[in-house]
T-cell receptor
Framework: GDSVTQMEGPVTLSEEAFLTINCTYT??????LFWYVQYPGEGLQLLLK?????DKGSNKGFEATYRKETTSFHLEKGSVQVSDSAVYFC?????????????FGKGTTLSVSS | NAGVTQTPKFRILKIGQSMTLQCTQD?????MYWYRQDPGMGLKLIYY???????DKGEVPNGYNVSRSTTEDFPLRLELAAPSQTSVYFC?????????????FGDGTRLSIL
């Protein structure tokens, strides 16, 4: 079945460092790919998405490119801020899945210090 | 603009008690979902609904029930609480079942069963 694998955390960075969080997926159909962010005590918020191969999603300085050849959707940011500290989830949505529900990775905790 | 609202935010139950987690959305979304989030894990789908009067099981439905009498509301019922149901529960909604539609999440209900 469909699955998402993302790098284990926690990831600890200094402010202004470069961020990469790796995400790979397995899907039987043609999924859409998402990154969600969860701040402490809050629900998940959509960070960015890409719906087809070679699409690049971007938001708030974060970017991810849908790479079908490597089945990857790595999250990057050129210069992280303390306010980016959160848990990041990679997810896919495939209409072959019941209810088109999201399939999530386990999440990666990012901690940024000043 | 409230989005997806979940109540309560926190609850402690004794083994064998029952309760209902409430979820309501004001975006006129057809699809609604219940997920549970266990520590260090991604979210797992419990139940989903594609419209009023229609519900179906997700990946981990045992011990739960749902109903969808209106478009806005999608309550989750625990009949006989067990320690294994200690988790954070998230309700989500989306406009349609198209895989490119993002899901909108509530802030979650943190449930402990002792």
């Amino acid at each position: 079945g469909d699955s998402v694998t993302q790098m284990e955390g926690p990831v600890t960075l200094s402010e202004e460092a470069f961020l990469t969080i790796n995400c790979t997926y397995t899907a039987t159909g043609y999924p859409s790919l998402f990154w969600y962010v969860q701040y402490p005590g809050e629900g998940l918020q959509l960070l960015l998405k890409a719906t087809k191969a070679d699409d690049k999603g971007s938001n708030k300085g974060f970017e991810a490119t849908y790479r079908k050849e490597t089945t990857s959707f790595h999250l990057e940011k050129g210069s992280v801020q303390v306010s980016d500290s959160a848990v990041y989830f990679c997810a896919l949505s495939d209409q072959a899945q019941a209810g088109t529900a999201l399939i999530f990775g386990k999440g990666t905790t990012l901690s940024v210090s000043s | 603009n409230a989005g997806v609202t979940q109540t309560p935010k926190f609850r402690i139950l004794k083994i064998g008690q029952s309760m209902t987690l409430q979820c309501t959305q004001d975006m006129n979304h057809n699809y609604m979902y219940w997920y549970r989030q266990d520590p260090g894990m991604g979210l797992k789908l419990i139940y989903y609904s594609v419209g009023a009067g229609i519900t179906d099981k997700g990946e981990v439905p045992n011990g739960y029930n749902v109903s969808r009498s209106t478009t806005e509301d999608f309550p989750l019922r625990l009949e006989l609480a067990a320690p294994s149901q200690t988790s954070v529960y998230f309700c989500a909604s989306s406009y349609s079942g198209d895989s490119n539609q993002p899901q909108h999440f509530g802030d979650g209900t943190r449930l402990s069963i002792l």
